[in-house]
DNA sequence: ACATAAACATACCAATTAGTATGTCGCAAA
DNA sequence: TTTGCGACATACTAATTGGTATGTTTATGT
């Protein structure tokens, strides 16, 4: 990686944390600056402006970021139940950075740009739209290994799954890590209950 | 009402608007004056900061404005499933002032602030807690007229059912309101499944 | 070694921010 | 009628904001 790499990289890592944190509105670009070596020049050399930076978080650091522990989950067995169950679990538990009190950084930018900024909510669509779809080929590879019934619409089922983790990744903001658990157990039989 | 309440109700109608398009922390008293007849040393008459003005308007507007209608439908038939969805689809079709771009003020408030602000994440989670134990006291109901059986968990459930309209009121912003059609067909059958 | 552009660094600006200081006006009680 | 306070109105400030203008350094191909 080059220099200019490492600090357009530098920028956007910084920009996630404080992002995650503050949100993207509140989050100042003299706030990055300040904990990093970088400075305005440096920021405006690799970004039009704030809102171009904010699509490249999206595009960039949310895909390097959440997507590769979903897809190791994903098929990692044959039971697409486990598997399903599974990536719940390691994004709500095991991720690196995230915790119960911030939430998803996915889930927060969608709240707070989506009715904002129509290339922010495009670009997060986008995103959304990936995980969707990776969910969904795993409940067909359910189906077609008898695991489940054809009857059932895999978008649908899909779709309900990334809703629920929105919604539990909302309350954990007020009922705290308490209720990742108890949402766990409840999204275990929900899954059992898909005949 | 005194012309002081009527101005003290005027700057909360307001703030209650701008936040619930644009965010708590990027809506600015300034915001707020500009669209009113009220000045700036009226406000800061009847709040001492911004902050505290937040505060009321979860205990106030937020009780006003939403409450009544979540009241209206629970209790409202003898079956407690339809009043159940009755709520829901009410929440998500029926307001006058929710949009699906927009999504629900308490859900963006808990989401942007809870992490930010104790006093706002507690006046949250009370607000929360309200709703919860009216939809609980709904499901017992149910329980208790044999339209339920009494090994589910009452709690459970309504926590469910919120973190389900956390969800939807997150995913409407990227899917619109479409979306909104199926998930409540999707609710209906999850309704019909507890059994 | 040298030209040239890429990759920064610094200083600045106009607009906006939450909050304050200090005044004024009307009305109710004495 | 006067006094006093509730309910504002106006003008201001220091800090912060996104963005720009104009430099300087550093790498890189020839």
Redesign the interface.
Known sequence: MSKAQATRSDILTRAMELIY???F??TSIDDILATTQVTKGAFYYHFKNKEEMGIALIEEAMHTEIWPGIQSSLSSSSNFRDNIYKMMDKLLFKHPFMTV???CPA??L???M???NEAF?LA??KS?NKWERAIEAEIIRGQETGQLARSHDAK?IA??I???????R??G???GKP?YV??LS?FRQYLD?LN
């Open positions: 944190k503050q949100g509105q509140s009190e911030h939430g889930v927060n969608i709240q707070e989506a009715p904002l909510r997060l669509k959304l649908q779709l309900h990334i809703t629920l983790y929105h919604g539990v909302n309350m903001k007020l009922l209720y108890s949402f409840e209950s």
